[in-house]
């Protein structure tokens, strides 16, 4: 096999176990991410705020599961899941192969990837993935953000580009730049990094639980770094007041918010997060590399 053909076939093999680990995260995971979106859209404060009447002021996690299983169904749980459900395959593609690319680039000389290289390799995926997927994630925001229909992808996509051109669909690109390439950088980081001063295991189970365990604290210190831009994030791709555009910029949104409600605020919805992306991220990692020895042990090189 030529040397060209060689590489096609591992870039393929990359992709596909890329998109699977993607697909199987995001079906599993979904009701956690609406839950974090709905309590980062939360802004209103004052002695009335939390009554138990209102059906769509959330007091945690379990409030907001509980209220939207008794006023919008149990099918609440996975509105807007069909933008993440198309963008999730080639998203975490993209992710995974040009994680093992820019590996390359970041090599500085060293004959293996150290910490360093591990993390602007992720840093680099992480910001390309955001470029990719912020027209989903602008509507993925909105259809979470319905606290009463539930509008078709399509119609809510349209009424975006009809109010605001196709521009609108770029909204919040620069937070979600910051996001993904802060989670990514600390999640690829650590995991590789913390994987070669973890003895490997011959026991299957042992080897499972190890991946597992550094899959699940990978995707937790993400989580907790990155949670600031995600609610900026949220902010700007969310709905405005009825009064005019409040929230633009990714830094001046964070400082808003700081003002407004604390820095506490700016945590919101970090539960929601790191329950879903803590064991997301061992998903994730578990299914790719899962994937990608079976694809090799199928289609040896």
Not at 37 to 45: E, M, W
Not at 95 to 123: C, I
Not at 139 to 151: D, G
Not at 216 to 226: D, E, I, P
Request: proline share 6%.
């Amino acid at each position: 096999m030529s040397e060209t053909r060689k590489m096609a076939q591992q870039a393929a093999m990359q992709i596909a176990a890329g998109g699977s680990a993607g697909f199987v995260e995001v079906c599993l995971m979904h009701p956690l991410d609406l839950v974090k979106t709905r309590l980062q859209l939360q802004a209103r404060r004052g002695p009335a705020v939390g009554v138990a009447s209102d059906p769509h002021f959330y007091n945690g996690v379990v409030d907001c599961f509980r209220k939207m299983y008794r006023h919008e169904s149990f099918l609440a749980y996975w509105k807007g899941v069909l933008p993440p459900i198309l963008v999730e395959t080639p998203k975490r593609a993209v992710k995974f192969f040009t994680f093992e690319q820019y590996k390359q680039f970041f090599l500085f000389g060293s004959p293996t990837p150290t910490p360093l290289t591990f993390s602007l390799a992720g840093l680099s995926a992480g910001i390309t993935e955001a470029i990719l997927v912020n027209p989903f994630e602008v509507v993925k925001v909105a259809l979470q953000a319905n606290k009463s229909e539930a509008p078709s992808t399509w119609s809510v996509t349209r009424k975006i580009v009809n109010d605001n051109g196709l521009r609108g669909l770029n909204k919040g690109l620069t937070a979600t730049i910051a996001r993904n390439g802060a989670f990514n950088m600390v999640y690829f980081g650590f995991y590789h990094s913390a994987k070669n001063y973890l003895p490997e295991s011959h026991d299957p189970w042992l080897e499972f639980s190890r991946k597992l365990f550094l899959g699940f604290v990978s995707g937790t210190l993400a989580s907790c770094f990155n949670i600031p831009f995600d609610v900026a994030k949220s902010r700007i791709q969310g709905p405005q007041p009825a009064s005019g555009r409040k929230y633009f910029s990714t830094v001046a949104t964070m400082r808003l918010v700081v003002a407004e409600e604390g820095w506490r605020a700016l945590y919101k919805g970090l539960v929601p997060k790191v329950m879903r992306l803590g064991p997301g991220g061992a998903v994730m990692l578990l299914v790719y590399e899962h994937a990608y020895a079976y694809l090799q042990a199928r289609y040896p090189l």
